[in-house]
């Protein structure tokens, strides 16, 4: 895959001159043929902007790199402009009943969200937000933590951080939390500047504050805030229950009188399971492992391996993250993890698997807003393959099967607390942007209190006051970004209830169901998916109660203490 920096000046007059001959088509044949013409212009930028992030994402610390996202940083939003210009003349388009009945009607709706998010005014604040965005990723990435005789980045302490050591795990839980305290002044003035400009951005747009900008970056068309504070009133009344009971056995099973933050990473006393080889045995694994599932994932998994398509080891400059992107050009998913030796490597592969294969099905998609669904529906994809793969676990955990499948539900369970904690702390924070940074750890101290009581941090300074949430790069780079995690992990759980717990006869159909989501990619708003799918909305009054339900009978049925 060749890189070549898009020359901007040259880029957007080719775009201009394509609108403008779209605007004054005088057929549908015409329009339709500049509209492609458009969209090949947006798939090359977009390309060549994904590969220079993955590059960059590959070593923070390579000056060119470095200065390819620099540039992207800076030329994004200039290019943003255009497409809005795009945007604007689409949804207006003479030819737009011709344009409909071919391609759909999420097209136009996907356009028309956009637009509340983007005008001209704004290019240079968000040229600095991607700056801002950058500069956490990279003062993450920059982490040194001397343990033991050697140096770790964070995801290389994380092996600590599960240790059946108490004592080792108290010591790098420290040592973690402690390049947190010593960077927290840097992570303060970042989210500082990010809150301001996302403010300043959301009174030029005519809002009241940035949370209706957010909502129309996140493409949200079939659902709004009300229904997203009602979802995590639900989370709480049905789910906090149950993760709370989750934690006590956990607490039970290590033979503890209380659980601290530095043993929650652990579950059992035996030790976490863990993968049974190295990177490379689990990436072969891997390949058994979806030769076995269908043809279809056979395809996929071989069009991954073959095209080195997949960087998942951890080495130092690597950013403390994982994704997938799909670089249009090429019609390719791009995998990338930091795999440290921990039961995640297994959960990071399939879940970013599932995102990859939703991208390699609907690859053959004219444009970009069908390839790539909105977050909550992408995150369907992710999060449903980790339960889908429950059957081939023993590939990689052997005899550790049962406990990392009972670790990896409890986790998802959880997870879903923080994920509405996450987002509550979001809304919270760009309706009082005005706060100190002391007034914002305050909060969401309190809130980490009525979602996941369970915490105790031991006096330690930095999580007593509140700062666990500046860990969390969404907060950072993509504001209310997190709440679609905790959607999508309320539909997996659907397909856990009905392909896994329920047994074997129906997971045929099942998995249909979600090579039919896949294949649709974001061709339709998020509710029609689901439907399609044969998904229940996790707005629906009972949903979340239960699968809750369900969830804590499962959990109550086994016998965690013999693990």
């Not at 540039?71 to 409909?100: M, Q, R």
């Not at 058994?288 to 599932?293: A, R």
Request: net charge negative; aromatic share 16%.
């Amino acid at each position: 895959m060749k890189y070549v920096r898009p020359d901007i000046v040259q880029t957007v007059n080719v775009m201009s001159a394509l609108i403008r001959e779209f605007a004054n088509a005088d057929s549908f044949e015409s329009a339709d043929n500049h509209l492609i013409k458009i969209n090949d212009i947006r798939n090359e930028f977009d390309s060549m902007k994904i590969i220079a992030f993955i590059n960059y994402s590959l070593n923070t610390g390579d000056e060119k790199f470095s200065q390819e996202q620099d540039y992207f940083d800076n030329i994004t939003p200039v290019f943003t402009e255009y497409v809005v210009e795009y945007y604007k003349e689409l949804v207006h388009s003479k030819f737009k009943v011709e344009l409909i009945e071919k391609y759909g009607r999420q097209l136009f709706l996907s356009a028309e969200v956009f637009l509340k998010s983007f005008n001209a005014s704004l290019i240079e604040d968000m040229q600095e937000e991607n700056h801002l965005g950058s500069e956490y990723v990279k003062l993450k990435a920059s982490a040194e933590i001397p343990y033991e005789g050697k140096i770790y980045n964070l995801q290389e302490l994380e092996p600590f951080l599960e240790s059946h050591d108490r004592n080792i795990r108290r010591n790098a839980s420290g040592m973690y939390w402690n390049f947190f305290t010593e960077n927290q002044k840097q992570f303060d003035e970042i989210f500082d500047k990010l809150v301001k400009l996302r403010n300043e951005m959301s009174f030029r747009m005519g809002y009241k504050d940035f949370v209706e900008i957010g909502y129309a970056r996140m493409r949200r068309i079939d659902y709004d805030e009300k229904m997203v504070s009602e979802f995590r009133d639900s989370i709480k009344e049905f789910f906090v229950p149950v993760a709370t009971k989750l934690r006590d056995k956990q607490r039970k099973r290590l033979g503890l009188d209380k659980l601290t933050y530095y043993d929650s990473f652990v579950q059992f006393n035996s030790g976490n399971a863990t993968p049974k080889g190295n990177p490379e045995w689990i990436m072969q694994n891997g390949k058994i492992m979806y030769d076995s599932i269908s043809d279809v994932t056979a395809e996929f998994y071989d069009f991954m391996m073959k095209n080195n398509l997949m960087d998942v080891y951890s080495r130092h400059g690597k950013a403390d993250m994982g994704y997938c992107e799909h670089i249009a050009k090429y019609k390719s998913p791009f995998i990338f993890a930091n795999m440290n030796g921990t039961e995640d490597d297994i959960t990071v592969l399939t879940h970013e698997a599932g995102h990859a294969l939703q991208a390699y099905l609907s690859r053959d998609f004219i444009f970009k807003e069908y390839v790539e669904p909105s977050y909550e529906t992408a995150e369907i994809h992710s999060m449903s393959m980790e339960f889908f793969t429950y059957p081939w676990m023993n590939l990689f955990f052997n005899e550790d099967t049962d406990k990392f499948k009972f670790s990896h539900l409890s986790s998802a369970i959880n997870f879903l607390p923080y994920g509405v904690l996450v987002d509550h702390f979001q809304h919270w924070v760009y309706r009082n942007p005005e706060v100190s940074a002391q007034e914002r750890n305050r909060e969401w101290r309190k809130l980490e209190k009525e979602y996941m009581p369970h915490i105790d941090y031991m006096g330690n300074k930095f999580l007593e006051e509140g700062g666990r949430w500046q860990k969390q790069s969404h907060i950072y780079e993509a504001p209310f970004y997190y709440i679609d995690y905790c959607l999508a992990q309320i539909i997996a759980l659907q397909f856990w209830s009905k392909a896994i717990h329920a047994g074997n006869e129906q997971y045929g159909s099942c998995l249909s169901d979600y090579f039919i989501l896949c294949r649709k990619g974001g061709s339709q708003p998020f509710l029609e998916l689901l439907r399609e799918a044969n998904l229940e909305s996790p707005f629906e009054k009972g949903v979340i109660q239960k699968i809750s339900e369900e969830v804590d009978n499962y959990i109550e049925s086994i016998d965690d203490l013999k693990f």
